[in-house]
Each structure stands twice: as structure tokens, then as C-alpha cells.
């Protein structure tokens, strides 16, 4: 509070105290009303009121005066001298304005308007004001102490520390107050006083240096945030992207990318580690951008499964569950072939000696009853009537074994061709469905092979009945298989079985089997599971990139766009997980600080513990006072959160080419106090 010396017509000094801003005229007014002195204006100096009136004249003009909080910030600097600076180097124009040659009285008329111009300051400049003359005289003392001018030496303690901080702080308190006198008779009296107050102030300081620390870098972070959320959020955001090592450039690729896949990517997802754990910092403290984080990566997750699946059709071709495909292939099979099979049974057959030279022997016999075997329950389960004479068949011997009447039709031939297939089935693998022959499974499919290329030449309607039978059925037959190769064997295994087929549709029906084993087991896993990672294993991953109907050239050890599209979902889980996962212990922390709730605190006052009830409210309020405030973290949910933004990347390097001279102005504005330096203490204005 300024603070007013005025004498009575008696001879009495009578000393006031103003408001914060208050002038001469309106000291006197109050004094005149307290009734101690009688009601007669002060006489004004008429130099100052000159440059009064000038100023006024000015601002009504709209031309700027300089009265803001810079000048505040010069006054500090200059340890209080700005003003008699300013005053000296403006005294030659004001000679020029005035038409003198007596450089001591433009002196005053320059002096006159830096001290309106300064009370004008500090009159609007408010806490932001005082901060700012603050901060100047914290800047040129942490400058004077790098550049050695400090009593403070490496690894002082305590009290040595405090003594140095006490020393330098009667310095620059005598400094500044001498800068801040009225007059130069009145500068022994004030340094002496500013050099006492600088004292106390810088000693105390030593003491609780590591508080002021915290408390200096809180209060920049805090005026800040306050004053422009979502400035302060951008360089969070600028900070993360550089500590995540990727370019504006890249971010925005990655998401353009993803969003081609129908997938919401994120600044937060594409920016890694850096942006998940800013992500978990917005969604675990309350307020708006907690709910909007928590909303979207929640309902993002809910549609997972579905978007895997899309990408599953769309590199695999899905369509269909497996079921749904072998059944239709089936149909199409059966529809297709039975008016082949009707015309090529109904043909007369001719027999040779090579035919039966095939019925001489034991093996046909074999094949022969297995097919009869295998006619007649196939009759029974349809109810249709069987009669072994319509495959030439005449009785059956006591061995169970069919007797042949005349000679066989084509029905005949069919059975033994049946009986064929199933003898050789034994040696199919399982997981494969390929045949794994021995010696004499390997003469048995020689002996099959043969016989149906002798029949094929009889009765080449066989033949095209048998081959469209055969092209829906070999498909069902890779659904199959590519459904067991999803769970089983070696990948490289079943990329080779995947590789030898002969043609498209086997390798397509593999696919379907592959991708419906998998999507079927996705859907069994329950929310909030991350149904990527199976899909990211060893295994399924070399497969999945080695079926994929993407295989366009890729470089050395880079994945198709399929599986960037699986890496990015397992991406997208982790970014949830990391926000939202783990332990709630903190969000309850965060909720009871928003409510005023603090059983710490409480519990500490109750048992007498000040400074664990102290500590308590320090890191209670830590994150706002450092600026991370809801506003803040609001703008950050809307950074983190965009995705197909046509303006994200024009976003990105905004931010990213953040003013790299503000935050070097910055660090010079704390350094003073974040060293210990006495000066940022001692720099208050003292009026």
C-alpha cells in the first residue's frame, strides 16, 4: 500500500496509507475527511500535471502510453531503476518537445511521465502485474548469479546457504530500494531499510529454498493455465510428441492410414508411451475431460471385435462362417455333379482284360465290399431300398464278402472306386488332411489311381462327373483344413500346405477356414479383453501375413496393411488400458481432492501431525497450482482424442514449433528463484 507524508498548516507531519493505486489528491481527500487536517487541496505540481494531462490526451487518442505489465517487468529488471533509465534516455526529446537547453528540466518532465506511466501500471497490473515486476528482478539476479556475481558456493549448507542468501538479498534490497525512492535525499534512509527487509527476506529463503522452488514454478505454471488453457495444453501436448520421437508428419500419417481402415486412431495412440500416459493423466483426475476420455475410449473398445472382423473380410475374404461355406460349396457340389453322375452310371459299361485283371485281384475285391458296405448304410440312413443287384452284385460269401453276377455296370465301378477312397482315408492327417502314405498306402493310391484312369478312358462321362464332384469338395476340404491349421501345427508348416494347393478357390476356402476359427474364438473372449493379441502371436501373425490377399512388395520385416491395421487395435486397447486400467486408488484420491475430501488431511490435523497435514495439501493441490487444471485437461481430450481431422496435421506442427523463445524467457524469468538467488525475493516493489 503506497503510503503519504503530508505536514499541517500547524506544522504536524501526518502520514496516511492509501489504496493499492491511489494518488496524492485522493490521499488528501481521505485526510481531509478523517477531520485531521483541514479540507484544502495539496498543492500539485504543476511539471506533473502537465505530463498528466499530455498522457490523458493520449490515451483518449488511442495511441499506446506503455503502461502495462512490461514495464512492470523493467522496473524489476533494473532492481527499481527502469524508471530513472527510461527518464535519462528519453531527456534529450523531451529538451526538443520543451525548447529548452536545461537538460535538468526535460529531465523532470521525463521523470514526471515514467513515474505516472509506472503508477498506471501497477494500478491495473494487479497479482499478473506484480508477478511480472517479480519475475524481471528474479531474471537479471539469476543472470548476475551465472555470471558469478553470488556469495553462494557448491555444497553449502543450511546455514552458510541462508548467510550468502541473506548477504546478497541486503544487497539487492538496498538496490531496489534505492531505484524506488522519491528523491535523492530520500535514498540513504530507504536502501537502509531495503537492505534490512532484502536480508530477512533472502535469509528465510535459504531456508525454505526447495518450497519456493516448487512453489515459483507452480505459480508460472498456474498463471499460465489460467489464463489460456489451451495454450498451456498444446505445450503439453508439444512435449509429449517430441518425447515420443515422431514427427507432426508421421502422427498424422499414421492416423490417415488407420482412419482408410475404419479405424479411430488417435494423437494419443499414434505418439505411443508419451500419449497413453498423458491420456491416464486427463481420465484419472475429475471433471470434463475425464468423461469425454473415458466415454470414447470405452465405446472405441466395444467396437473391436467388429472392426477385426472387418479387417478379417477384407484381407481374408471371410464372408460366411466356415459352416456356411462348406455347406453351400456342397450343395453346389451335389447340384452340379448328380446329372454327370446320372448320365456316366447309366452308360453301358465295357469290359476288358485290364479291367479285369483290376477284379482279379484281392485289393478290388477289398475296395469292392467297402463300398458295398458303405452303399448300403448310406441307403438306410436315407430309407431308400437297397438291392445289391443293381451293382451287379448276386450274394454275398460266408467270408461277408460281395459276389459279382455277370459282368459289373458302372454302379459297380463306383462302389469299388468308394471303397477306395475310404481304405486310403486312415492316412490322412488329421490337422493337415493330407496324406501321410506308407509303402503300402502308397501302392494302394497307385492301384486307385490306376483303375480310375482305365475307367476315365471307358467312360469319359465318369470323369467329368467325378472332377465336378470334386472342385466344391477339395474347397470344403481346405475350409476344413485351414480351420485346424488356425490351432495347430508349425506355422511355416501350414504355409507351405497353404502354398500347395493347385488353385485359387482351395486356397480362398483355406482362407475362410483360417479366418473363421479365429473370429469364432475372438467372439468367445469377454469386453474389455484385448481380442488382438492372439492374433498378434508368432504363429497366427506369419500365417495371417503369409494368407493374407494383400501381398503387394513389402520391405524386410514389414507387414502387410492387414497387419498394421491388427497392430494398431492392440495399439488402441493399450491406450484404454493404460487411461483407465489398473488400480482405482488414485481416481478415488482425485475425486475426494475435487469434493474438498481429504481423510489424510483431517486425520493428521486430528493427531497434532502439521507438517504431514501440510505435506498432504501440497500434493493435494500440486497438479492444479503446476496449471494442470480442468480447463486444461479438457483442451488436452480434445488434442489427444483427434483423429480424421482434415486439419490435424496443420494442428500438429503448430504445436510442435511451439515458441521456443517464450520457454527460454520463461526459464530465465525462474531461474533466479529455482538457484536460490536472493534477487527474485527481494525485488518486490516497496512504495
Avoid at 539487492?172 to 531495503?194: Q, R, V, W
Amino acid at each position: 500500500m503506497p503510503e503519504f507524508v503530508f505536514t499541517s498548516p500547524e506544522g504536524k507531519t501526518i502520514r496516511i496509507t492509501g489504496p493499492e493505486g491511489s494518488t496524492p489528491e485522493q490521499a488528501f481527500q481521505m485526510l481531509a475527511q478523517s477531520g485531521k487536517i483541514g479540507a484544502q487541496q495539496p498543492e500539485q505540481d504543476p511539471i506533473r500535471a502537465t505530463v498528466s494531462n499530455e498522457l490523458e490526451a493520449l490515451k483518449k487518442s488511442g495511441a499506446p502510453v506503455g503502461d502495462g505489465a512490461g514495464r512492470q517487468f523493467l522496473q524489476g529488471a533494473t532492481f527499481g531503476f527502469g524508471d530513472e533509465l527510461l527518464a535519462g534516455a528519453t531527456t534529450p526529446l523531451e529538451m526538443i518537445k520543451r525548447g529548452t537547453f536545461n537538460p535538468r528540466e526535460a529531465y523532470k518532465y521525463a521523470k514526471a511521465r515514467e513515474d505516472l506511466l509506472l503508477e498506471g501500471a501497477r494500478k491495473n497490473g494487479g497479482v499478473a502485474g506484480t508477478v511480472a515486476e517479480i519475475a524481471g528482478g528474479a531474471a537479471t539476479g539469476g543472470a548476475l548469479a551465472r555470471g558469478g556475481a553470488t556469495l553462494l558456493r557448491a555444497g553449502q549448507g543450511l546455514l552458510p546457504r541462508a548467510g550468502a542468501l541473506a548477504g546478497e538479498g541486503a544487497a539487492f534490497g538496498a538496490i531496489n530500494a534505492a531505484g524506488e525512492a522519491k528523491d535523492i535525499s530520500a535514498i540513504p534512509g530507504d536502501a537502509l531499510k531495503g537492505a534490512a527487509v532484502g536480508g530477512v527476506i533472502g535469509g528465510g529463503l535459504g531456508a525454505v529454498a526447495p518450497i519456493v522452488n516448487a512453489v515459483g514454478r507452480n505459480a508460472m505454471g498456474w498463471a499460465s493455465a489460467t489464463m489460456n488453457p489451451k495454450g498451456f495444453a498444446q505445450k503439453q501436448v508439444a512435449r509429449a510428441l517430441m518425447e515420443s520421437g515422431r514427427t507432426p508428419q508421421q502422427i498424422a500419417g499414421e492416423i490417415a492410414d488407420a482412419g482408410a481402415m475404419g479405424q479411430p486412431f488417435t494423437v494419443a495412440d499414434a505418439m505411443g508411451n508419451a500419449g497413453q500416459r498423458m491420456a491416464s493423466n486427463v481420465a484419472r483426475a475429475p471433471g470434463a475431460g475425464r468423461t469425454q476420455m473415458t466415454e470414447f475410449l470405452d465405446a472405441r473398445q466395444a467396437e473391436q471385435g467388429s472392426r477385426i472382423a472387418t479387417i478379417f473380410d477384407d484381407a481374408l475374404g471371410t464372408g460366411p462362417t466356415a459352416r456356411q461355406t462348406s455347406k453351400a460349396l456342397m450343395q453346389k457340389a451335389a447340384r452340379d455333379s448328380a446329372p454327370l453322375y446320372q448320365r456316366a452310371l447309366g452308360e453301358k459299361f465295357v469290359w476288358t482284360p485290364r479291367v479285369q485283371q483290376f477284379f482279379d485281384d484281392p485289393v478290388t475285391q477289398q475296395g469292392l465290399a467297402r463300398g458295398f458296405e458303405i452303399q448300403r448304410l448310406e441307403a438306410l440312413k436315407s430309407g431308400i431300398k437297397f438291392d445289391p443287384k443293381d451293382y451287379g452284385i448276386i450274394g454275398v460269401s460266408k467270408e461277408g464278402k460281395p459276389i459279382l453276377g455277370g459282368v459289373p455296370n458302372m454302379r459297380t465301378i463306383d462302389v469299388v472306386k468308394n471303397g477306395f477312397d475310404d481304405m486310403l482315408e486312415k492316412y490322412r492327417d488329421p490337422v493337415t488332411r493330407r496324406l501321410n502314405l506308407d509303402q503300402y498306402g502308397r501302392a494302394l493310391e497307385n492301384v486307385r489311381s490306376e483303375f480310375l484312369k482305365t475307367i476315365d478312358n471307358l467312360n469319359p462321362y465318369y470323369k467329368a462327373a467325378r472332377e465336378s464332384w470334386a472342385g466344391p469338395a477339395s474347397v470344403d476340404e481346405a475350409v476344413g483344413m485351414g480351420g485346424k491349421a488356425a490351432n495347430r501345427g508349425r506355422f511355416t508348416d501350414n504355409i507351405d500346405m497353404f502354398n500347395a494347393f493347385k488353385n485359387d478357390a482351395q486356397r480362398q476356402g483355406f482362407r475362410v477356414g483360417w479366418g473363421d476359427n479365429k473370429l469364432a474364438s475372438m467372439e468367445r473372449v469377454g469386453e474389455g479383453v484385448n481380442k488382438a493379441r492372439n492374433l498378434l502371436a508368432p504363429k497366427a501373425s506369419n500365417e495371417f501375413a503369409a494368407i493374407s490377399r494383400f501381398q503387394g512388395p513389402l520391405a524386410p520385416g514389414q507387414k502387410d496393411m492387414a497387419g498394421k491395421a491388427l497392430q494398431r487395435e492392440d495399439v488402441m486397447f493399450r491406450t484404454r488400458n493404460e487411461a483407465l486400467g489398473g488400480s482405482k486408488t488414485a481416481d478415488n484420491l482425485n475425486d475426494q481432492a475435487a469434493a474438498g475430501v481429504s481423510p489424510e488431511i483431517v486425520g493428521n490435523l486430528v493427531s497434532g501431525n502439521l507438517m504431514g497435514a501440510a505435506k498432504n495439501l501440497i500434493g493435494r493441490t500440486s497438479g492444479a497450482l503446476s496449471g494442470y487444471t480442468p480447463r486444461v485437461r479438457e483442451e488436452l481430450a480434445k488434442m489427444l482424442l483427434q483423429t480424421r481431422d482434415p486439419k490435424l496435421l496443420q494442428m500438429l506442427q503448430d504445436i510442435s514449433s511451439n515458441d521456443e523463445s517464450r520457454r527460454k524467457i520463461a526459464a530465465a524469468l525462474l531461474s533466479g528463484v529455482l538457484s536460490g538467488s536472493a534477487p527474485g525475493a527481494t525485488a518486490i516493489q516497496r512504495k
